[in-house]
């Protein structure tokens, strides 16, 4: 008894403060929006995105907010929403004084704050007004809301009042009303929805977001049937039709981003948007910049397409998976059962990103294989290794055993890495190893200098994901988010500098203001001597190992880069630069598993970015060769045997090669030793270089 007296209490005390002759009423009466301004409303402004150049690239809500009249909006989504959100909407003046009840016992006695009791009048106050409500404490906002719900059924009647809350709910992914709602989602106006269909527009309503089908169907299903029950339970289903609808499987409509030219990258923008403005960003009437160039976003997209459907015709060898048609259905997860591929370009000097594309068909899948994607880079990941090394100042002609190796692990199996040079090479440089991506040569190189240099490296690089300090990580077996990869490869070319990838450089409001800008800020990851080595290694791999398919493509513009290619050929990588473009291409299923019985980033990938540089040239300069900083020592080396080149070595062999200062080599070659007369009048002649 006494707590049903405490029940009715509370609940006279809220109607009396709506009333508005109350202390409470009078203390907010000032914060509360005038109801008037409900007359006067217009929808908020979309936030629109530009290339660099100014183009506009995608507006952020297009049709997000359609307004149509009530006796558009068939029977089953009105009565529904009632039903569900305020079964006695039709019988009360805006505020439900049995569900204030209903509400308060039932918080009081499971001793919690869940259940509440906003009819559609307050929902609508608070969707039209969510920043001028009170913020200060949730009870004055309460009330502010139960005063405008009853000026609101002053102003307007019953059918006003209805047709304005289903013009202006939110139900997720940035879409307003039950129009723009099912048009998002369904494909279909709102007059074509099926009983599942608005009833699971009605379920978005407790949690867009939460239940939002694009991100959570199997929690969006479950809501759905719910609300069927609800529905059958009001008598605005029958029990046939309610059960019916329960079996009809969850059919969406590719996103509203499918049809634009930079699908993945709005995506991510609106991600990012929200994040850093909140959940309205899309419609604040932003101007967000970005350095997307449309010419390198087409040529991005056309190059990874046309490479995936090739390995699909079999121009590659027998492809044994499924390939996707004209009815292809949508995966709402990183699940494709299809060959996928993402190819993302930055500008190595600031990281902005010129081109992404994260898969093969956004209608397909959303998810985002560029930046949302953690996978394995196999031999991609060897510069890293690499640049560790000659940080330490082991010089490029150091030679390293390429024989087949066994690491020994306290507690753990042997591990023998596979590779796929000949067992019989005895030994490699540096720059061979890493040009050829001898395994064997790289696990010792890491066992020489210690993986947690490798690890420090990589961290320096800007790679963020785990990677744990066993010897296998310098194979590439650490995964890694394929954008952080690429931006790693931009200090190779770039003089030694970390540069962090981004989509957008500038955020302005509607009035022009500039609300947030992307800092220009550069810090040295490793030395720039150390970099231009690592620099020129790369070049090699692309002129005469494992990277030539970029020439055989026709590719011929400076260029550098590596291959990678994980375990039974379950990832294809190419990650390469120009003097002022930074790519990275690979290729893969979304669930590992072989994509063919030889392939490998070399035969797979390069042949993709190679594409791509060729388009992104077409109509722009060619880049200037990249230049060694003056700081490095060269030395006319015979390869064999890292030593200073006598005249006797054969010219074809000798190499111009890099060292850092104090590193390089004074001895000559023992091959092809010079006579003692050579010998003299050599020095004789350095000697005089040396003076003048």
Known sequence: MATRFLVSALAAVVVASAAG????????????????????????????????????????????????????????????????EDRRFWKHDGVDLRGVARALWRDLTSLSLKEGFSTIPMQLARNVFPEQLPRSEKFTRKICEIRLARQIEDEFTKREI??????????????????????????????????AEAALLI?????????????????AIERRNIVLDVLKREGVLTEAEAERAKTEPLRLAPPLEAAGRAPYAIAAIRRELRERFGPDADIRGLRVYTGLDPA???????????????????????????????????????????????????????????????????????????????RQPGSAFKPIVYAAA????IPPTTRIDAAPVSIDNAGSPVWQPADHLADSLSSLTLRDALALSSNNATVRLGQWIGVERVIDMARALGLTTEIQPYPSIVLGSAEVIPAELVAAYAAFANGGYRVEPHLITRVEDAHGNVLWQAPVERRRALDE???FLVLSMLEDVVERGTGTAVRNAGFWLPAAGKTGTTNQSKDAWFVGMTPDLVAGVWIGFDRPQRILPNGS???LAAPAW????????????????WVPPPGLVTVPVDPATGSRATHRCPVEDVRIEYFLPGTEPHEYCPLHPESGAERFFRRLWDGIRGIF
């Open 601 to 603: 980033g070399g035969s």
């Open 390 to 393: 000659l940080q330490q100042r």
């Open 203 to 219: 379920a978005l309503v407790r949690s867009p977001e939460g239940y939002n089908p694009r991100k959570n169907p199997l929690l």
């Open 296 to 374: 390198l976003q087409r040529a991005a997209q056309e190059a990874l397409v046309k490479q995936i459907e090739r390995i699909e015709s079999g121009a590659y060898g027998r492809y044994r998976h499924p390939v996707p048609g004209n009815g292809a259905a949508p995966a709402d997860s990183a699940a494709s059962p299809y060959l996928q591929g993402m190819l993302v370009a930055i500008d190595p000097h600031d990281g902005r990103i010129r081109a992404l594309v994260g898969g093969r068909d956004f209608a397909l899948s959303q998810f985002d294989r560029a930046l949302q994607a953690r």
């Open 21 to 84: 002759g109350g202390l409470v009423t009078a203390t907010v009466h000032s914060d509360c929006p005038p109801v008037s301004a409900l007359k006067a409303y217009r929808p908020p402004q979309a936030s629109r995105v530009f290339t660099e150049d100014g183009q506009l690239l995608a507006d952020l809500s297009p049709q997000r907010r359609i307004v149509v009249g009530l006796d558009r909006i068939p029977a089953i989504v009105r009565d529904g929403f009632v039903a569900v």
């Open 529 to 531: 001597n150390v970099a």
């Open 162 to 195: 209805l047709e304005l809350y289903l013009n202006q709910i939110y139900l997720g992914g940035g879409l307003y009303g039950v129009e723009a709602a099912a048009q998002g989602y369904f494909g279909k106006e709102i007059s074509r929805v099926t009983p």
């Open 610 to 625: 190679a594409e791509f540089m060729k388009a992104a040239y077409r109509n722009r300069p060619a880049p200037a060769a």
